[in-house]
């Protein structure tokens, strides 16, 4: 793989950990913000609906530029938005400011994937994306719990800072190490010809498996630290440390699943597909045990992130050669699993069916993505049998070739 795919790793690496560490830090940031931590979520809402708006808006706006000043130009509105956010003067400045940060977000990944692909031969392109978002992935291993370490013992705005510091780092490894001429080519960027993307039915039919299939993921892991306590019976400072086992079932499953991609595209997504069902469902018992819980919340993490760079990979091939944009929409597609997965999570646990009811919710949101899966390669099996077949040549005689 070139070098050059880690200064990408690093960028996803900032951006998830801004993206994620909030969560930990939110106490501190409410309590120096002067409101509830109810009200300090707007801080985590915010970044999301950032992310859903900047990413068609910003990669539409940027397309006709050079694939690595896209890159320059996304990381350094990151870092801006996240130095500015460190000097928060308010709750409501704190939310614009989070909005700033999370704009670049699914642009930096839109075209992000479209030049790593663009760095390897045709085999390797999935498992180039996957090494991209390594990166994120690791941001739930190790930025996140440094993070909120930091958080909580120089304070929130300690941890923002050093997210901006990494920003910055990243800027220079994206103008050191990616050539200036990596990126989409001219007939990629064509705004019409992106648009057009989107009238393929297939490609909204990849955003909706990612909607549903890692939705469910979401309704588990968005209330994982009051499960493992709650049910499972860990401290929670041992709860803390069992997020990093799903960060690096996650890390693992991001590996793997651009490995899969690669190799078998469509039925790599229905095997994981499945299996992801049926952990998200065997959570529901297992999580009453401490070993068992551990070993299930390590399984969700690789089966829920082998899902990303297969769907990545899926929606850049149905996108044809204009991917940017249907790849940065992949992403505000995420940003919504999450919403939606938290939201009915929560709403199971309001209405009496406990802290292991977003794991019911979110096998049953897996199922739907299994269904959509299996309807986006029914479309593909018929559109095979429907393409022409190549003319057979009529028969010759012997071709005579000179000694």
Not at 68 to 74: D, G, K, Q
Not at 285 to 301: E, R, S, Y
Not at 328 to 336: G, V
Request: aromatic share 6%.
């Amino acid at each position: 793989m070139p070098i050059a795919l880690l200064a990408l790793a690093l960028g996803a690496f900032g951006i998830g950990t801004t993206e994620f560490v909030m969560m930990g830090v939110l106490p501190q940031a409410a309590a120096d913000l002067g409101v509830s931590i109810p009200a300090a979520g707007n801080l985590i809402t915010g970044y999301a609906l950032g992310v859903v708006i900047g990413a068609p808006t910003l990669t539409v706006l940027g397309a006709r530029l050079p694939g690595r000043t896209m890159l320059v130009a996304m990381l350094g509105l990151f870092t801006v938005g996240n130095a500015l956010f460190a000097l928060s003067p308010s709750a409501g400045a704190g939310v614009a400011l989070r909005f700033l940060s999370g704009l670049p977000h699914g642009a930096f990944f839109g075209v992000g994937a479209v030049v790593a692909a663009g760095m390897v031969g045709r085999g390797d392109r999935a498992k180039a994306v996957s090494m991209m978002f390594m990166g994120l992935t690791l941001a739930n291993v190790v930025g996140v719990p440094l993070g909120t370490l930091l958080g909580q013992n120089l304070g929130w705005r300690a941890t923002f800072a050093v997210v901006a510091g990494i920003g910055l780092v990243a800027v220079a490894a994206v103008l050191r190490l990616v050539p200036a001429t990596g990126g989409p080519a001219p007939e990629q960027v064509s705004l019409r010809g992106q648009l057009a993307a989107f009238r393929l039915p297939q490609v909204w039919l990849a955003l909706a498996i990612v909607t549903f299939g890692l939705g469910g993921t979401f309704a588990c892991l968005s209330y994982l630290t009051p499960v493992l306590t709650d049910v499972s019976g860990f401290s929670p400072s041992g709860a803390t440390v069992l997020l990093v086992v799903a960060g690096l079932g996650m890390t693992l499953g991001n590996f793997l699943g651009g490995r899969v991609a690669d190799r078998a595209l469509v039925p790599g997504l229905l095997v994981v597909l499945v299996g992801l069902t049926a952990v998200l469902g065997a959570f529901t018992v297992t999580a009453g045990d401490p070993i068992t819980a551990v070993l299930t919340v390590f399984l969700i993490g690789v089966g829920g992130f082998m899902v990303a760079p297969i769907m990545q990979a899926m929606i850049m091939e149905k996108a044809g050669g204009t991917p940017m944009l249907v790849s940065a929409a992949l992403q505000s597609a995420f940003n919504i699993a999450n919403s939606i997965g938290a939201c009915l999570g929560g709403l199971v646990i309001a209405h009496g069916f406990g802290l292991v009811g977003p794991s019911l919710v979110g096998s049953l949101l897996s199922v739907v993505g299994l269904g959509l899966a299996l309807l986006s390669g029914g479309l593909d099996r018929r559109a095979r049998r429907a393409a022409p077949r190549p003319a057979v040549p009529a028969e010759s005689g012997p071709v005579l070739v000179p000694a």
